[in-house]
């Protein structure tokens, strides 16, 4: 005989999930003990919601679901967030929470950690199933990888009741219950029609632009979009997270040009990016009413949610764009000589004001000044990934600090949050054995602050920047009370990092944190350096001010 535990483990093995992220406790503990004793690597975590978070970007990475395990309740609800970033983003992962027992949760009749968590983690997940006996646990999977993976990736919830965990069955019927789907990322071929309707909008621009979205990182086929790029000759600018799928100093990059070309550009091609607020919805004043759109997408339903695109392209990236290859051999796009003259020109004016910024060295340091100092680093450590999030800490890192490999740049993504710092680093040190550089807001690495603890027990080779200004967006200056974004002034982070045995260091200057961070990176020891930004260095909600509701009495 064997049981619910023993089944699940196999399953994992036999699909070739070979890392958990958790937090242990009731009902999954002997569970996770289970799995490490079989081989499955186990991170525990802090908090629910970072380990999903490392879970999520795992998949990312990997295209492969990332596995974030919880308890019941409100574990579960922690790593609920998680599973819903991953969604949006389009991440494939798999959060499984033990639950309790349902007859009682059914009823309402009050169990430990009580809830119904199948029905809570619909409306957040791409799909949501529960295993209810121990026979089912490889179609279980087996549904939940189709699902996090097909088509346009997404978060799946997996419920996995305690009983099912205890439940025995004869080896017999386990064994045969087990199997390794087939293909569960089939690719999807774009229709020809669709091709040439693409590549025929493109033959007759003037001022094409290829954007790349964190989708086209996604789909792995660098070499293939590059090609496009190069062949055609067409500028491109990458969205955040596709950041390095060409090298940010690419020739054809219009990264430094970007308001420009967004509000110049005649036929723009979206590939794996979505209109979103991120890009103005395609709306004026950004965007030019007559941009006509090309849109490389694996969902269907994505086409014109913004804007009406003239030429969809529906299938996987690179079969689609592979196909336009075929379409569009070297010299079939005549891009206009006026289109590159005028984009390198306001390339230069930008390069030259930031490298002004950059060089600057006002005390306090201010945003511009110390990021200058990691932007060296970083181009010193080029197979380096590196995780940014927070409001300023962000808009500036995601301008200055270059990327030159493809899926090495993890930050706030479609939710533009807070609180997936602590998670992806650990995920990307964990998945790619790389080094680590999280580059943090004070306030946003309060969200997962707590996992340097998990950084120093699994002594993962992450050095995190603190651009610590002092508060949410800034710090306060004045005396009277603590405003609602300031923090406690003058805050050592770096002990936090010393409390659990890796190295802390305090910078002031921007070569005291050029120095810190090379030694960090050289060590390949968890590292936290606190950076001392000045206060009043920082706008509200950085780049994204106007997001902020004024009221009508104000206008
Ligand atoms: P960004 O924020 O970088 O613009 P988004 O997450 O908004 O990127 O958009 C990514 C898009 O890529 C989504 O619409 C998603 O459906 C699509 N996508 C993800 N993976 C693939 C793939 N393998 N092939 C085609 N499209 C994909
Ligand atoms: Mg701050």
């Known amino acids: ?47 629910e919601q970072n380990a999903g978070n490392a879970a999520a970007i795992a998949g990312f990475l990997t295209q492969k679901p990332g596995l974030c395990m919880t308890v019941s309740g409100p574990g579960f609800l922690n790593g609920l967030v998680a599973l819903a970033n991953a969604t949006t983003n389009c991440f494939p992962m798999i959060l499984m929470s033990g639950s309790s027992d349902r007859a009682i949760i059914d009823l309402q009749q009050g169990d430990y950690e009580e809830l119904d968590q199948l029905a809570a983690a619909r409306p957040f997940a791409k799909a949501a199933y529960r ?22 990736p997404g978060g799946v919830y997996l419920d996995i009741t305690a009983e099912t965990l205890g439940a025995v069955l004869d080896t017999d019927t386990a064994a045969k219950s087990l199997f390794r789907p087939v293909d569960p990322a089939p690719r999807q071929m774009p229709e020809s029609i669709a091709v040439r309707r693409a590549s025929e909008l493109l033959r007759g621009a003037q001022r094409p632009l290829i954007l790349l979205g964190k989708g086209a990182a996604y789909a ?3 070499a293939e979009i590059r090609a496009l790029v190069e062949n055609t000759g067409i500028p491109f600018l990458p969205m ?8 940010d100093n690419h020739q054809l990059s219009a990264a430094a040009a970007r308001s420009y070309v967004l509000g110049n550009a005649d036929v723009v091609m979206l590939v794996g990016a979505r209109l979103n607020w991120l890009l103005s919805h395609g709306k004026q004043p950004l965007w030019s009413e007559s941009t006509q759109y090309i849109q490389l997408d694996i969902d269907p339903h994505e086409i014109d949610s913004n804007r009406p695109i003239a030429a969809p392209l529906v299938g996987d990236i690179r079969s689609s764009v592979e196909a336009l290859l075929q379409e569009l051999p070297r010299g079939s796009v005549h891009v206009s000589p006026t289109w590159i003259q005028a984009i390198a020109e306001r390339k230069a004016k930008n390069m030259e ?10 005390s306090p340091m201010n945003f511009s000044s110390a990021l200058g100092a990691v932007r060296k680093v970083v181009s010193d450590w080029p197979d380096a990934y590196v995780v940014n999030e927070g409001a300023n800490a962000l ?42 550089v999280a580059i ?3 306030s946003a690495f309060g969200f997962s602050g707590m996992e340097v603890e998990t950084i120093c027990r699994y002594q993962l080779p992450v050095a995190i920047v603190i651009l610590n200004n002092s508060g949410i967006y800034r710090g306060d200056t004045g005396d009277g009370p603590p405003s609602p974004t300031g923090f406690v002034r003058d ?6 990092m010393e409390a659990f045995g890796g190295r802390g260091y305090h910078a002031t200057t921007p070569q005291e944190l050029e120095e810190a961070l090379a030694q960090a990176m050289k060590s390949g020891r968890p590292t936290l350096i606190n950076a001392v930004i000045d206060p009043t260095a920082g706008t509200e909600s950085g780049h994204i001010q106007a997001l902020n509701p004024k009221s009508a009495l104000q206008k």
């Open 220 to 222: 792995q086929c660098d």
């Open 1 to 47: 005989m064997t049981d619910g535990f023993h089944v699940l483990v196999d399953a994992l093995k036999l699909n070739g999930i070979n890392t958990i992220y958790g937090v242990a406790g009731i009902p999954i503990t002997d569970l996770l003990r289970l799995a490490q004793a079989e081989g499955i690597r186990y991170i525990g975590f802090r908090h």
């Open 131 to 152: 295993i209810n006996r121990p026979q089912d646990i490889g179609i279980g999977l087996a549904r939940a990888i189709h699902a996090a993976v097909s088509g346009r």
């Open 491 to 496: 805050a050592r982070y770096d002990k936090m």
């Open 353 to 362: 004001k930031m490298a002004q910024r950059l060089s600057a060295n006002p």
């Open 440 to 442: 943090e807001g004070d």
């Open 240 to 247: 955040s997270m596709a950041k390095g799928l060409l090298p």
């Open 395 to 436: 808009d500036f890192t995601r301008n200055i600090v270059d990327m030159s490999l493809p899926r090495h740049r993890l930050d706030s993504g479609t939710w533009g949050i807070m609180g997936i710092g602590m998670g992806y680093a650990i995920a990307a040190a964990v998945e790619t054995g790389k080094p680590v």
